[in-house]
Nanobody
Framework: QVQLVESGGGLVQAGGSLRLSCAAS????????MGWYRQAPGKQRDVVARITRDGSTNYASSVKGRFTISRDNAKNTMYLQMNSLKPEDTAVYYC???????????????WGQGTQVTVSS
């Protein structure tokens, strides 16, 4: 099974930027979609952004206009450029491959360790 490793997190002041990377151990070219998720303390893991195989993107309303998802199939890597960060963006960020089944997108690979993003006010 493809393994995923997230990196690029850190501590940043509000208004700052970070770029997260998601490196896959195998090809992501055949994946229906790749997604970034985040989980804040005491909250459920939610999708932040998703990019499909044809390059279509969608974002959670809370990050639209501030975050940009992209993928480099040749490098088997996905990115999340995060600008204008807010304290409420603080969370552990994860990536996964998504499968469209039963009318919804479902992450289907084992979760990695994630990368911590902390935004100070």
């Amino acid at each position: 099974q493809v393994q995923l490793v997230e990196s690029g997190g850190g501590l940043v002041q509000a208004g700052g930027s970070l770029r997260l990377s998601c490196a896959a151990s195998g090809s992501i070219l055949r994946m229906d979609a790749m997604g970034w998720y985040r989980q804040a303390p005491g909250k459920q893991r939610d999708v932040v952004a998703r990019i499909t195989r044809d390059g279509s993107t969608n974002y959670a309303s809370s990050v639209k206009g501030r975050f940009t998802i992209s993928r480099d199939n040749a490098k088997n890597t996905m990115y999340l450029q995060m600008n204008s960060l807010k304290p409420e963006d603080t969370a552990v960020y994860y990536c996964n491959a998504d499968l469209f089944t039963g009318g919804i997108w479902v992450p289907f690979l084992n979760w990695g360790q994630g990368t911590q993003v902390t935004v100070s006010s």
